[in-house]
């Protein structure tokens, strides 16, 4: 038991926690080597606030990255494609030349994408997705309103 308290003494005075008579106060010793908290605001907010500058990265992480976002762009532009051949699907009707608008359709993006797939320009890449997702919604939008017309009439039509 001697042993113990000779050794709370020991780490209390390592930890500054010593009383003047020598007791220890071995409860707030305990609690401030559990926390090891911050003393003062300026040392809180430079543990938990984002620090703002830049690190600088080396070759092999600018490559990582940049294979990361190529990744993301190519996973968007896959998405993009899939989305298009199934808003495709409700343009069964035929064109003017009797092949159906859901291939024509399908032929157009097909073609867009094969003269866009070199594209390395993020700023490009990120244009072209843009502008083919508002396309294909305002595609949809405007064969909703069409068929919503259409349902109107029929139902003035069937009065």
């Not at 050794?7 to 930890?15: D, N």
Request: overall charge positive; hydrophobic content about 40%.
């Amino acid at each position: 038991m001697n042993a113990k308290l000779q050794q709370w003494r020991h780490l209390s005075i390592l930890w500054g926690t010593a009383t003047p008579n020598g007791a220890v106060a071995v409860a707030a010793s305990v609690s401030r080597a559990l926390h090891h908290g911050p003393d003062t605001v300026e040392e809180l907010l430079d543990r938990h606030v984002a620090k703002t500058e830049k690190k600088s990265l080396g070759d092999e992480e600018e490559e990582l990255l940049a294979r990361r976002r190529l990744t993301s762009t190519r996973r968007e532009a896959l998405c993009l494609y899939r989305d298009i051949l199934r808003a495709t699907r409700f343009f069964p009707w035929p064109d003017a030349r009797g092949v159906p608008w859901r291939d024509v359709l399908r032929e157009n993006a097909r073609r867009e994408f094969e003269e866009a797939r070199l594209e390395r320009d993020p700023e490009v890449v990120t244009r072209l997705l843009i502008g083919g997702r508002d396309a294909v919604e305002a595609a949809l939008e405007k064969l909703a309103e069409k068929h919503r017309q259409q349902i109107e009439k029929d139902r003035v039509d069937g009065r």
